[in-house]
């Protein structure tokens, strides 16, 4: 949510990227909260994986947020420019993300819309996860935003269709969608209902993929949440115990 400038901060001396809320959202309530719902929950993030929140304010009345700028460009592009990925690369990836993602639900943060576009790729390989705008900070172990649809439609996990409640496993299941479309060129569920699909059916079968790599995808994709992995760390065992090479 927001327009996303390049600018110099005169007082960092660095280029940032300044994101300000659109003057038609000004006068809506439920945009102004979530930008500063984004602004609350990304500043309290501080991994290398993570974009950087550098301040949030005010100026003759237009709300922004100066963050990180990272050179470099999303996955979705990537993706459309370059189709599929080498497995050594998913995998990579894929651990990066998951080292942000269990930091951030160590804290309480749930990002409710991982998918390409919202991770970014530098040119020395490392990844950064941006746009933690419809986050929710967790009072406690689970967060909750009951009766409400909030995400990406190609993404969303069962619950989030629902307008359940969410947690962290959200993140995780978006995550599994994330890297199948990774491996395979695209989503597994592209057509038609997306949300009975996300409820109900199951992925076509990765071609020529790892076993390795489809039982962990596999278990990001359960439709049961408490099926899925209990937590972005134990995901990540299971991506560093995987060979790329094999």
Not at 181 to 207: I, M, R, V
Request: overall charge neutral; proline content about 5%.
């Amino acid at each position: 949510m927001g327009i996303v400038y390049r600018a110099m901060d005169n007082e960092l001396q660095e280029v940032v990227a300044l994101k300000i809320l659109p003057d038609k959202m000004m006068d809506n309530p439920e945009a102004v909260r979530r930008f500063r719902s984004e602004a609350r929950s990304a500043r309290r993030l501080s991994h290398p994986n993570i974009v950087r929140i550098h301040d949030i304010g005010e100026e003759m009345g237009r709300k922004y947020i100066s963050m990180e700028y990272v050179d470099g460009m999303d996955l979705k592009r990537h993706l459309r420019d370059n189709g599929r990925m080498p497995l050594a690369k998913i995998v990579s990836y894929a651990r990066q993300i998951c080292e942000a993602l269990g930091y951030a639900h160590k804290i309480g943060v749930v990002h409710r819309d991982i998918k390409p576009a919202n991770i970014m790729l530098m040119s020395d390989g490392t990844i950064k996860i941006t746009d933690f705008g419809i986050a929710k900070i967790g009072e406690s172990t689970e967060s909750t935003l009951v009766g409400a649809v909030i995400g990406t439609p190609l993404y969303m996990s069962p619950e989030q269709v629902q307008g359940s409640s969410i947690d962290h496993r959200a993140d995780l299941y978006s995550l599994g969608i994330l890297l199948y479309e990774l491996y395979s060129g695209k989503p597994p569920f592209t057509e038609g209902d997306l949300a009975y699909q996300h409820l109900n059916a199951q992925p076509a079968p990765l071609k020529d993929a790892p076993k390795a790599l489809e039982d962990i995808i596999a278990r990001c994709l359960k439709k049961q949440r408490d099926e899925r992995w209990a937590d972005a760390y134990e995901m990540l065992d299971a991506l560093n115990a995987l060979d790329p090479r094999k």
